[in-house]
């Protein structure tokens, strides 16, 4: 069943928690715990806002509401073994989540608290040095990642077999394709073991072999009690190699549960959407004839 939400959240300080199997005195039975988040911007910054006009408007009274909530009052859980499909329309804040997961963006509102280490797959090639070769970015991701040197090398063998890009290992990241980019970034990201894995819609790059080791790779991870959060225009993935699913609209939560239920409905709106946005384009077209 598909769980329709229309609720509000008390106000939070905003912070980020992160928490390891050290310090809890008993083993929770999630991955991550989601409270009343919000990501508020200030419209009235922008790359064009001068010193002057930036110190005239924080001075001056105006009434007038600039700001823009990209998300609000999202509250969700990821238990132990599941995996999440994030799906929605564009400018949904879909993206905006899942960089607020990865720790890049701090919320304005709420909390976040993660249990073990999260891998993040966000962008395709962030994060590589575009001059060093395949295989020298995969030992720096594993610096930013923290990771002992020499265990990063012990996975490397791995890693490679994995991303399957033959002599191009040893190329200049500038030289690869998209695809490549993308067999890297996944063959590195999940290679780490990690507790939580985050990835935004980059499995459907790539050859039908790769996305069927992607996805197999996926599935293994969640069935080792991992938690998995992805965000998908494939519709079908969503609904044959995720346990649950989440609709967002306009940075709030519409509906989550059944992945094959939330991607109905889904389909259900944008129809909707659709042809309201055709309806309105040919009443304006009909009123400049006049």
Excluded at 110 to 135: H, K, Q, Y
């Amino acid at each position: 069943m598909v769980s329709l939400l229309s609720r509000r959240s008390e106000f939070n300080p905003a912070r980020r928690r992160r928490r390891g199997a050290g310090n809890a005195p008993a083993e929770p039975d999630f991955m991550m715990d989601v409270e009343g988040l919000g990501i508020r911007y200030d419209l009235r910054l922008s790359k064009k806002t001068t010193v002057r006009s930036a110190f005239r408007n924080l001075t001056r009274i105006s009434r007038e509401d600039r700001s823009f909530w990209a998300l609000r009052d999202v509250t969700f859980r990821l238990a132990q073994g599941e995996s999440l499909a994030i799906i929605g329309p564009n400018g949904a804040g879909k993206s905006t989540l899942l960089q607020v997961m990865a720790g890049i963006l701090t919320p304005s509102e709420g909390s976040i608290e993660v249990v073990g280490n999260i891998s993040s797959l966000l962008t395709l090639g962030a994060g590589f040095d575009p001059e060093l070769s395949g295989r020298d970015n995969v030992l720096l991701a594993g610096a930013f990642m923290g990771i002992d040197n020499q265990e990063m090398r012990d996975r490397l063998p791995g890693i490679i077999e994995f991303a399957d890009i033959g002599q191009f290992i040893d190329a200049p990241i500038r030289t690869y394709s998209t695809g490549m980019k993308a067999r890297l970034g996944f063959s590195i990201a999940t290679a780490v073991d990690p507790d939580v894995l985050i990835i935004d819609e980059v499995l459907g790059t790539g050859d039908a072999v790769f996305r069927v080791k992607s996805q197999k790779r996926v599935a293994d991870l969640a069935k080792a009690a991992k938690g998995i959060v992805l965000v998908t225009h494939d519709l079908h993935w969503a609904e044959e190699f995720c346990n649950r699913a989440m609709l967002l609209e306009k940075g709030r939560i519409v509906a989550e549960g059944n992945p094959a239920d939330v991607v109905a409905l889904h389909r259900e709106r944008s129809d909707k959407a659709r042809i309201e946005r055709e309806a309105e384009v040919a009443r304006l077209l009909a009123a400049a004839s006049l």
